[in-house]
């Protein structure tokens, strides 16, 4: 039973527009949230995270948004560059227990 | 400062032969993973450990075994090989919750 869904495979945006991911989960325990960017025969590198405390964390051109209550996450990418064009994956945790759950991830294609 | 490594990139196995695929991080975390990532899958959860000498069971666990001597190393053992192992293999270790990931090693059993 996945826990963590991704439910768009891809996502094809032009340069310079804004990405937005999203990522539902099932799990009302889950307490750390995180994205993963995956390019091909590379592992996952970390981009951003947030804890359930908060309902927003930015870093950069990255945006995490949480909504507890709709037990859903987005991603956004301002502005998107051809270097974003990769997998992401989200991720979750429930509290103090460190394992991940992923979703299936969703490919994301940046038009020049 | 290497991160976490994995060994080999590629691997051809035969259907009952085994095999270990080590990965090493330098990076002093406790806690480390095994994960598989099939075609259109997220990452699924092998194994973990959370020190030395201590490991268990995550998702999928059966058709492996793991053992964590030290801080640093952390092997996936695969006895008989079978078709339904042939996927991307991830090392991860972290100290909390975020996850550092090895480049992954992809195996095929035929």
């Known amino acids: 039973d996945q826990q963590v869904k991704q439910n768009s495979p891809s996502l094809s945006v032009q340069e310079g527009r804004i990405s937005i991911l999203n990522c539902d989960y099932t799990?009302?325990?889950?307490?750390?949230f995180l994205w993963y960017k995956k390019y091909p025969a590379e592992g996952p590198t970390f981009l951003i995270s947030?804890?359930?405390?908060?309902d927003k964390n930015e870093d950069g051109r990255f945006t995490v948004f949480l909504n507890k209550s709709a037990k859903h996450l987005s991603l956004h990418i301002v502005p998107s560059q051809p270097g974003d064009s990769a997998v992401y994956f989200c991720?979750?945790?429930?509290?103090?227990?460190?394992?991940?759950?992923f979703g299936a991830g969703t490919t994301v294609t940046v038009r020049a | 400062n290497a991160g976490v490594t994995q060994t080999p990139k590629f691997r051809i196995l035969k259907i009952g032969q085994s095999m270990t695929l080590q990965c090493t991080q330098d990076?002093?975390?406790?806690?480390m993973y095994w994960y598989r990532q099939d075609p259109g899958m997220g990452l699924k959860l092998i194994y973990y450990?959370?020190?030395?000498?201590?490991?268990d069971k995550g998702e999928v666990p059966n058709g492996y075994n793991v053992s964590r001597s030290t801080t640093e190393d952390f092997p996936l053992r695969l006895e008989l090989a079978a078709p339904s192992q042939t996927s991307v293999y991830f090392c991860?270790?972290?100290?909390?919750?975020?996850?550092?990931f090895g480049p992954g090693t992809r195996l095929t059993v035929l």
């Open positions: 991720a979750a945790s429930p509290l103090d227990d460190y394992k991940l759950s």
């Open positions: 450990s959370v020190g030395a000498g201590i490991t």
């Open positions: 991860a270790s972290s100290a909390r919750d975020t996850q550092y």
């Open positions: 799990n009302s325990m889950f307490d750390y």
């Open positions: 947030i804890s359930s405390i908060k």
């Open positions: 990076m002093n975390h406790n806690y």
